[in-house]
């Protein structure tokens, strides 16, 4: 039996956007992975989560969004999930944690990394081990507009070979929308609900205004595990 491939794309969701929809169905449809499973944040290991909605909410909140991807494709499968594995880890979790104990748990699985063109840039940074972490699973890169693609930086950066496989997982034909968290956030907050152009699904734009979500949130810069 052939092994699945699991994406997992971690982030904090806070909330979760038509944009992170439209890039685990890209990968679903053009076939980089079996599965997307989301990995919400519950201890990033560098970012402050203070003014992040609760962890809970924010699963509540990718659940509406999968369902109603569900309901456009009439999938019935496992093909969009959510990890919480991050809220079982006891300290800090690293990506390279979360991916061993993933594999751990799941043998007859194999798991890729969804990360932005941002993440990839400082990728070389990440603890414990980058180059374990690189050498151990596959990337899944998608491109940003505002983050350009720095070739001959990755070079310093990575041994060629890794390089080389760090660049054979960018999807360069990835969806582009002009749609951010933050973005969500501060238009939130500044109309007292989640405005009807908001790019969100419109479960998950019910769900904040019933919620009272970010209504008075402070400054956040919260995206990720690394």
């Given at each position: 039996m052939r092994r699945k491939t699991v994406a997992v794309y971690g982030g904090a969701f806070n909330p979760v956007h038509s944009g992170h929809m439209a890039l685990a169905v890209h990968?679903?449809?053009?076939?980089?992975?079996?599965?997307?499973?989301f990995l919400p944040s519950f201890n990033p290991p560098?970012?402050?989560?203070g003014s992040m909605a609760p962890f809970?909410?924010?699963?509540?909140?990718?659940?509406?969004a999968i369902y109603e991807e569900y309901e456009k494709y009439a999938w019935h499968g496992?093909?969009?999930q959510i990890c919480k594995l991050e809220s079982e880890m006891e300290g800090i979790?690293?990506?390279?944690?979360?991916?061993?104990?993933l594999s751990h748990r799941w043998l007859d699985k194999d798991f890729k990394m969804v990360i932005g063109a941002d993440e990839l840039a400082q990728l070389h940074t990440w603890r414990p081990d980058p180059v374990r972490l690189v050498r151990s699973y596959d990337f899944l890169c998608f491109p940003r507009e505002d983050v350009p693609l720095d070739l001959t930086e990755m070079n310093k950066d990575w041994p060629g070979w890794l390089c080389?496989?760090?660049?054979?997982g960018i999807i360069f034909d990835a969806p582009m929308l002009d749609v951010s968290s933050s973005a969500v956030r501060a238009s939130t907050k500044l109309l007292g609900h989640c405005p009807m152009n908001a790019k969100v699904p419109e479960p998950v734009r019910n769900y904040i205004d019933?919620?009272?979500?970010?209504?008075e949130e402070e400054d956040d810069t919260s995206t990720g595990t690394h």
């Open positions: 990968i679903l449809k053009e076939g980089f992975a079996d599965q997307v499973a560098h970012k402050a989560i809970e909410k924010r699963c509540e909140m990718l659940e509406l496992d093909e969009l979790t690293y990506t390279l944690k979360v991916l061993d104990e080389k496989k760090l660049l054979q019933y919620n009272r979500l970010y209504m």
